[in-house]
């Protein structure tokens, strides 16, 4: 194997770490945003976890800008090697030929290193407004046109007052009836545009 060989394939191995390096860069980062979201929405305030996890995605960025600078260097020397290599067997088909001997075509050098695609599936889209279900879901908005994941909030409705006066009815008078305003199953769904705040459709269980 050939010095340029060899340099060639340990370009290549370092690439495709860099590839995986990347990766579980980015979906730690993912996750570290979205605890973040979610402590954001919970109002926390300002926690030395926050602040922890505000930090270790300042790292992860960091580092994700040294890995692409290092990948788009390696692909220039690549790139380079091949270049030199393509010259040197020309050459060599050049002086071939001039002896007599039928010309040989360099091998094809163009190579592509593609990234895996991520582990975890893509959300599903539901275009349908009036099939939502109960939970936050990825739709778009008939206001702003946007794509967005839905907000819910629940309302009490007539099931909620029902199921209290059926326990009331039972004979759960002892504050067992008051259940139903406690539990959003009984309750009703409203999916909201968390851009625009536009309702976009509320779901009732009756």
Known sequence: MTSSEMEVK???EELKHISLKGQQLEERKKILCIFQELRDRAEFGETEEAAATRQEIKEICDKLKELTERKTELQ???ENV????DKNSKKITSASSQDGRPRVPAPASNVFFVEA????PAPAVILDVENLP???TRTQCPECRQFITTEICTSVSSVTWMVCFMTALIGCVAGCCLLPFCMDRFKSTTHRCPKCRTSIVTIKKL
């Not at 695609?117 to 975890?120: E, K, Q």
């Open 117 to 120: 695609p991520p582990a975890y």
């Open 82 to 85: 091949m270049k030199a290599k």
């Open 134 to 136: 109960s939970s936050p």
């Open 10 to 12: 340990k370009i290549s």
């Open 76 to 78: 220039k020397c690549y």
